[in-house]
């Protein structure tokens, strides 16, 4: 839960960060919103590493899930571009939506993918290069 509140908040700051910047009247931003903004990412990407390794049966497969990596997405994408000094208000939006998804994930609970449950890793026993008789 460390995890998710530490990306949490610096979504929120990153968001915070862009708004005072965009307010100020500059046309590009400051880039202190970069710091947070990354810094999120990565304890956003390694919370659902984190949870892929820890769950019996494979990683979370569920709606959720897919809703958090989708956000992670999106703010990854907002970020790079947004580094460059363009777009970088679709943040406003992004960053917030990125820890709303990421603590929505977290509240769910993770339990392994009842379709994959049974077959993980996939297609065990399965070889590339079956040895000839």
């Known amino acids: 839960m460390t995890i998710v509140l530490i990306a949490a908040l610096l979504y929120l700051l990153a968001t915070g960060l862009l708004i005072r910047g965009l307010t100020a009247g500059a046309s590009a931003p400051p880039r202190g919103w970069l710091v947070p903004a990354v810094t999120a990412e990565v304890l956003h990407a390694g919370y659902h590493v984190l949870v892929a390794l820890n769950t019996v049966g494979g990683p979370d497969m569920h709606f ?66 079956p040895m000839p008789r």
Do not use: D, E, N, Q
């Open 64 to 129: 959720f899930a897919a809703l958090s990596l989708v956000g992670l997405g999106m703010a990854l994408l907002t970020t790079l571009v947004g580094a460059r000094g363009r777009m970088a208000a679709l943040g406003v939006v992004a960053f917030p939506l990125a820890a709303i998804l990421l603590v929505i994930y977290h509240s769910y609970g993770h339990a392994p993918s009842k379709a994959l449950a049974g077959s993980w890793p996939p297609m065990r026993g399965w070889h590339c290069c």
